[in-house]
Each structure stands twice: as structure tokens, then as C-alpha cells.
């Protein structure tokens, strides 16, 4: 009865402590991940000191494990550039997250001829990566913000204050701009130029004046035209190689990347000098230019009146030589016509002696030709009596008989008696075989005269 009246209690699958142990460890390990690993970003190089005093560098990507210690994020590069709107304010933490390189305002440099300028330029710098190099950096400048401010921000400024001392405004504003640049980028890599400023009076050429014209060319001289120039020389050794004072931030392997000068902004009175040189030197030019163009014009009117003498004395030439030449011309046409009338008559007395040489031998052929015929006529008629001839004769005789006969004008059918009344044929058949019959024996008998042919003589 008393277990059945007692209240029942809540049983569970798991036990509390079974619980809280795994929540516990997860705890733990997260604590311990927070203050023992972070994740190595690209691009930056880092400073590692362990709980235990170890250190290292880490320059790859990924999570790394410094065990309750501390860290420090080093950019590879590191920038330092003078341009408008920066300032010298650096921040430094122990993250990646901030910027570690320095903007600073526009430096204000000296030029060789006392000329200042604001100067804008930009030097990127590469630091070592090696753990020897990178940890002896680390021990003497301890953070990036520091190895700024005590090394590379002076080395800038030194170098392009150094720099600006080497020539004039003048000169870089009139072509220096790249050299000024070059040996820039060379002074920040190897060293500042030990240098000896210079000064030297030069004395030029005095001007004469023209007021005075009584004295005529002897004019006196006036004006002082000393001038005062300032010149840089490198200090050289005994090797002839210019001494350098060498960047101290070279001795930790760090090397420089990039050097520009991005921009240069003199003072405002060189500006208003610079403009009136400017000015003056455009006045030079166009009376340079004017005083050209009056001398093209006193050379262009001597041209034109030399070129219209010329062209008289052309013209006047031009028709000299035409009259000369026609004459010429006619005389050697009266030449050539009464050299062609005696080349002509020696031409028609050489063709008639021609013509009379071949009419004789045409001559002497045809005569040759006529006692080779008569010859061979009269060998004929004594071989066969001229039978040839007689026998074409005979030929030619009945031909001209049947010729007669087949054009006889009467019918060709006839009717009526063997004999008329008066006994005149009638053109009969029968009568005109009869007729043909005798005109066949008379050729038969006619062949057989003997018709002499007189020989030719």
C-alpha cells in the first residue's frame, strides 16, 4: 500500500555528468584553439613566438599553431610615398588588418639653385623571408611600424632631399626629369652620393652701346654680365668610383622594389620666373621669326627681280636660238633637197643602165629562145614530114564541118522525096551521111598528100 502512495520519480536515458563532460572538452578545445592557432593570410609574413620561447617564421597560407604565444604580421612589401592629402599618423596592430605602410604629405626639397619644390615619389620596399634574415630584422626593429618610422621614412626623405641637390630646377624643368628619377631610384638602392657643392663666377662677353653717335662704332662697353654658376661633383675614391653613404636597411636583406617620382611642384616665384622666361624666350622667337621673314622678303625681292631678269635674257635667248635653228634648219633642208635631187638622178641614171642592160639580155634571151624553136621545128618536120601539123589541121577542118552541121537551120525530121524536081538536096538524113562520108574520104586522102613545109630559115 505505501509503495503504491509514494511519488514516482523522473528517470533519464543519460546521467548529468555524462552530459556535461563533452560540453566541457568542446569548451576547452575552443579556448585553447583561440588562443594557439590562426589562419596565415596570403601575402604577409609572420613572427611566431611560442609559450615555451621558441620562434619562427611563417610565410605560408593556412592555419598555423603558436601554443599561448604571440604573433606578428609583416606585409612582404611595404610602400612609403609622399603624395597630397597624406600624413604622418602610422597605426600598428598585431593583426593583418591595418595598413603597415606609411602616406606622408608632399617633401619639400632644394634644388641645386636654391629653387624648393614639393616633391611627390613613391618607394616600395621588399622585406627578407628567409628565417635567418627575417628574425634578425624582427629583433632590431621588433614591428613594421617601427622599421617605418626609424628606417625606411628617414632613408626616403634623405634620399630624395639628396637627390634634389644634385641638379637645378632649371635643369630638371628642361629635360632633367628622367635623369632626376634615375638616380633616384639608383641612390635608394645603392647608396647616397657623397657630394662637393661648387661655386663659379663666370665672365661673359660685355654689351656696347649705340646712343652715342659721335663715337660711331666705338661704342663704350656697359653692363655686368658675371654670372654665377653652382655646380655638384661627386666625391670619388682612389679607384675613381663615386663614394656612397650606404641605406642601412640594405645590411637586413631588404632591397628595394620601386622607386618613382610621381610629381614636382616648384615654388610659385620659380613659376612666375620660369612664365617670364618663357615669355621672353616667345618674344626671342617671334622677333627671330619676323626678323626671318624680312630677310625672306629682301631675298624674295631680289628673286623676283633677278628671276625677271633672268627671264628676259631666257626669252630674248629662246628666240636667238629659234631664228638660229631656222635658219639652220632651212639650210639643211635646201642640202637635203639638192642631195636627194643628185641622189635621185644618180638613182634614175644607174636604173636606166639597169633597164637598158636587161632589155639587151631580154633581147639576146629571146633571140637565143627563137633559134631554139626554129631548131627544134625543123629536127621535127625532117623526123615525120610535119605529120603533127598536118593531122591538127585535118582535126580542126571537121571540126569546124560538124560545128557548121549541128547549127544548120532546118528541121530535124524532113518529109518529101529522095529528089526534088530540081534535084538541090534537101537535108535528109541519107543526104547528110552521104555529105559526111565523102568529107571522110576526102580527110583520108588528104592525109595522104605530101604537103611540104618549107624549112625555116
Known amino acids: 500500500m505505501e509503495e503504491h502512495l509514494s511519488p514516482k520519480r523522473p528517470k533519464f536515458n543519460l546521467p548529468i555528468a555524462g552530459l556535461l563532460i563533452p560540453i566541457f572538452a568542446l569548451v576547452m578545445l575552443g579556448f585553447v584553439a583561440s588562443k594557439s592557432i590562426f589562419y596565415a593570410e596570403p601575402g ?11 620562434e619562427h617564421v611563417v610565410s605560408d597560407v593556412g592555419y598555423q599553431f603558436y601554443l599561448w604565444g604571440r604573433w606578428n604580421a609583416w606585409k612582404r612589401a611595404l610602400t612609403v610615398q609622399s603624395i597630397r592629402g597624406g600624413s604622418d599618423n602610422l597605426r600598428y596592430t598585431e593583426t593583418e588588418s591595418n595598413e603597415t605602410s606609411a602616406s606622408l604629405p608632399p617633401l619639400n626639397i ?31 626593429y621588433r614591428s613594421p611600424e617601427n622599421l617605418l618610422r626609424t628606417a625606411m621614412i628617414p632613408a626616403f626623405k634623405e634620399t630624395l632631399q639628396a637627390t634634389g641637390a644634385l641638379m637645378s630646377a632649371e635643369e630638371y624643368y628642361s629635360g632633367g626629369r628622367t635623369e632626376f628619377n634615375s638616380e633616384f631610384e639608383k641612390q635608394m638602392n ?23 653717335a659721335a663715337l660711331g662704332t666705338n661704342q663704350e662697353e656697359y653692363g655686368d654680365e658675371n654670372k654665377t654658376e653652382f655646380t655638384v661633383r661627386k666625391v670619388t675614391g682612389e679607384d675613381g668610383i663615386p663614394l656612397r653613404k650606404k641605406q642601412r636597411f640594405t645590411e637586413f636583406g631588404i632591397s628595394v622594389v620601386d622607386a618613382r617620382i610621381t610629381n614636382m611642384q616648384p615654388n610659385q616665384r620659380f613659376v612666375e620666373r620660369m612664365q617670364l622666361k618663357q615669355k621672353a624666350s616667345a618674344d626671342r622667337a617671334i622677333a627671330r621669326e619676323q ?30 636660238i629659234q631664228k638660229t ?6 639650210k639643211q633642208l635646201a642640202l637635203t633637197t639638192a ?98 562520108q565523102m568529107l571522110t574520104l576526102d580527110a583520108a586522102k588528104r592525109l595522104a598528100y605530101e604537103r611540104d613545109i618549107p624549112a625555116e630559115k
Do not use: C
Request: avoid cysteine; glycine fraction near 4%; charge should be negative.
Open 190 to 212: 645603392n647608396g647616397i652620393y657623397l657630394v662637393r657643392r661648387e661655386e663659379t663666377r663666370i665672365n661673359t662677353r660685355r654689351s656696347k652701346a649705340t646712343a652715342n
Open 110 to 140: 632644394m634644388f641645386l639653385d636654391q629653387v624648393d619644390a614639393n616633391a611627390e615619389a613613391t618607394v616600395r620596399f621588399s622585406i627578407p623571408t628567409d628565417q635567418e634574415g627575417f628574425l634578425k630584422l624582427a629583433h632590431e
Open 339 to 436: 642631195d636627194k635631187l643628185r641622189q635621185q638622178a644618180q638613182i634614175e641614171k644607174e636604173t636606166a643602165e639597169i633597164s637598158l642592160e636587161k632589155a639587151r639580155i631580154e633581147a639576146e634571151t629571146q633571140r637565143t629562145l627563137a633559134d631554139a624553136e626554129a631548131y627544134q621545128k625543123s629536127v621535127i618536120l625532117e623526123a615525120d614530114n610535119a605529120l603533127a601539123d598536118k593531122l591538127k589541121a585535118e582535126i580542126e577542118i571537121h571540126r569546124l564541118w560538124a560545128d557548121a552541121f549541128s547549127r544548120r537551120a532546118v528541121p530535124t525530121n524532113v518529109f518529101g522525096s529522095g529528089n526534088s524536081s530540081d534535084g538541090a538536096p534537101v537535108g535528109s538524113d541519107g543526104e547528110v551521111k552521104a555529105f559526111m
Open 291 to 320: 626678323r626671318i621673314q624680312e630677310e625672306e622678303q629682301r631675298l624674295l625681292a631680289i628673286a623676283r627681280g633677278e628671276r625677271e631678269v633672268a627671264e628676259r635674257q631666257a626669252k630674248a635667248k629662246v628666240e636667238q
Open 325 to 330: 635653228t631656222e635658219a639652220e634648219t632651212d
Open 44 to 54: 604577409y609574413v609572420y613572427h611566431v613566438r611560442t609559450i615555451t620561447g621558441n
